[in-house]
């Protein structure tokens, strides 16, 4: 869905993924269909701005059933999870949350893995569509080790609300955001104290999808452009959004939540160790206030030049209900952080999310 005003409301995912089926939430008054990777799910339900109101106030939810699940079963589930992947996973307790990445050979972020056990399985929630290449990935580094790897996107379906809650006995199993927060042994890229999203609550709750309408009920509903808004305010990067094919996790200050520095070895961590220890990311991300007097946004994936230069690329566009037209982009490393950027004729101040 394209915003009324000319931004592209959601950013197109890396690489061609399977579309999910669209949601029967679609089926509502008022909603409008999303595209991109948020497509399958309402863009609005009429009143984006209102959305984006109740869901921080936590009194709207917003449909993500479009997200994959997958189940990781079997004894050695979390020390088979923890060998690959950049999180300490061995000791996570029943309904603890955490959240964790997978990274090719040179350290290129390629999954995000949000993270909860049962006690008796391992749940996963991904980006839409990388249900199913993530399945088969960890079906390709099982050999002899007695996990079993589900994808369940067709059976389980997400909801997103403004919740700090983790879940409890007797309630939908939910997995809850630990953005900001610095998790186990890691780094922070940004400011740790005054981050603008210390505080935030949010949490993915898990529904049979037979049953998504009856767990939503008579809530009010956020669509993804109100979800997308607070993301981009909160400095939270998403796969696909903020990522790209050679994307490491400091360039997006993605240690803090996902990556442990001093863990066992798995695929990508000389890259991490050494970025982490020997130098800075090539690139770093920003977010940025946008001038909102034209009629229209810049696109995602826009050129953002400093004078004549291009020196990076927008990644996420948003209007936010307090702060007006916001985003995010990733910008070369050396690009001074007190200067004015341009994005096809828009003009930007920048706020550095990764310090130069």
């Known amino acids: 869905m394209r915003d009324p005003l000319g931004a592209s409301a959601t950013a ?9 089926a669209p949601s029967p939430l679609l089926g509502r008054p008022g909603a409008v269909e999303g595209d991109g990777a948020d497509a399958t799910v309402a863009a609005h339900y009429g009143d984006p701005m209102r959305e984006q109101r109740l869901l921080t106030e936590g009194l709207a939810v917003v449909d993500l059933s479009h997200r994959g699940v997958v189940t990781v079963t079997g004894p050695d589930r979390l020390s088979w999870l923890h060998s690959l992947t950049t999180q300490q996973l061995t000791g996570l307790g029943p309904r603890a949350s955490t959240e964790s990445l997978v990274l090719s050979p040179k350290g290129h972020i ?3 893995l ?6 008796e399985a391992t749940w996963v929630t991904t980006e839409p569509g990388d249900a199913a290449p993530l399945t088969a990935w960890l079906n390709s580094m099982r050999f002899m080790l007695r996990v079993e790897v589900t994808d369940r996107s067709g059976d389980w379906a997400v909801i997103g609300e403004a919740n700090a809650q983790e879940s409890h006995p007797g309630e939908p199993l939910a997995w809850r955001d630990p953005w900001p927060g610095l998790v186990g042994d890691t780094a922070a890229y940004g400011p740790v104290e005054g981050h603008p999203a210390q505080g935030r609550a949010w949490r993915e709750v898990l529904v049979p999808r037979a049953q998504l309408e009856e767990a939503v009920g008579d809530r009010d509903l956020a669509g ?8 981009v305010a909160a400095w939270r990067p998403r796969l696909g959004f903020e990522t790209d094919h050679r994307t490491i996790p400091h360039e997006v200050d993605w240690l803090r939540t996902a990556v442990h520095l001093h863990k066992g070895c798995y695929r990508g961590q000389e890259t991490v160790a050494r970025v982490h220890n020997l130098g800075r990311p090539p690139r770093r991300l920003v977010f940025l206030h946008l001038d909102g007097s034209g009629h229209t946004l810049p696109a995602v ?46 003009s930007a101040a920048q706020v550095a999310v990764v310090a130069p």
């Open 12 to 20: 197109e995912p890396t690489a061609p993924l399977e579309r999910p």
């Open 110 to 112: 390629e999954h995000d």
């Open 114 to 119: 949000h993270v909860v056990d049962d006690g």
């Open 224 to 231: 993804s452009w109100a979800s997308e808004a607070l993301r």
């Open 301 to 346: 994936g826009a050129a953002v030049t400093l004078g004549e230069r291009p020196v990076g690329h927008l990644t996420s566009v948003s209007r936010h209900f307090e702060d007006g037209p916001i985003a995010l982009a990733l910008v070369k490393r050396n690009v001074p952080t007190d200067e004015q950027l341009d994005i096809g004729g828009v």
